[in-house]
């Protein structure tokens, strides 16, 4: 197994990643003032009147983002919480389709009835001490796994154990299955379906999901390395 090519390509694909986000930052960056003037200015008007002027845009934003839940601790707490995407009674993981549309949004498919787009936010993934409430790294980690499903060619990439401990930097393999069973419980919490959603690991197959999982199409490749001649950016830290 070549651990080098494996590392590469998702060295390789992330930083392509990154540069786009880059490029949305840089060009919001003119705009931030303006828009943390406008949060001052809602919250001062909630403060004198009691609540805020709503707008059209406001009430649809509002039926997009998902109102915070209490995480679960086990598989009796997803149980009785209820899930953030409505799938038929009796759905299984290979009924699914999860598609990045891009860094932040997927699009949750059964069968062949897509049952719509969905933010980290709405299916409990994001970073609760950011101002943004940026994706989590349970939500890096599910992206990070569809990049190694889209590459099917003769190069097959394996994502194990120890490559997701170099990848996440962590000093033993048990916190790289630790963070794979708290994406496991998120899941089933997300659909609302108890089954494992993961094959079981071995060696030589990885980390395999019984799921369709695909990257977004600016990262879906045909198995060959393509340098973007990108330095590697460590994306995982928390700053």
């Not at 002027?53 to 919480?81: Q, S, W, Y």
């Not at 003769?154 to 170099?166: A, P």
Request: some cysteine; charged content about 30%.
């Amino acid at each position: 197994m070549n651990n080098d090519y494996t590392l590469s390509v998702l060295r390789d694909a992330l930083t392509q990643r990154k540069k786009i986000e880059d490029q949305v930052r840089k060009s919001l960056e003119p705009i931030m003032p303006t828009l943390r003037f406008i949060a001052e200015m809602n919250k001062i008007y909630q403060d004198v009147y009691g609540t805020a002027e709503t707008t059209a845009e406001e009430v649809k934003l509002r039926e997009k983002v998902a109102v915070p839940t209490k995480k679960p601790k086990n598989k009796k707490d997803v149980l009785f919480m209820e899930p953030k995407v409505k799938l038929p009674a009796g759905a299984k993981w290979s009924d699914i389709t999860i598609t990045f549309k891009n860094s932040q949004d997927v699009e949750v498919q059964y069968k062949d009835t897509k049952m719509g787009v969905y933010s980290h936010e709405q299916l409990g993934f994001a970073r609760g001490n950011t101002e943004m409430n940026s994706p989590n790294k349970l939500w890096l980690l599910l992206e990070m796994l569809a990049m190694a499903e889209e590459f099917v060619s003769d190069k097959k990439v394996v994502l194990t154990k120890g490559h997701l401990k170099d990848v996440f930097q962590c000093k033993d393999e048990n916190v790289v299955e630790k963070q794979k069973s708290s994406l496991s419980m998120s899941l089933r919490l997300a659909l609302g379906i108890q089954e494992e959603p993961f094959e079981k690991y071995t060696p030589e197959q990885g980390y395999r999901p019984k799921f369709r999982l695909r990257p977004e199409p600016v990262l879906r490749g045909d198995g060959e390395l393509h340098s973007s001649g990108h330095q590697h950016l460590d994306i995982y830290s928390d700053d």
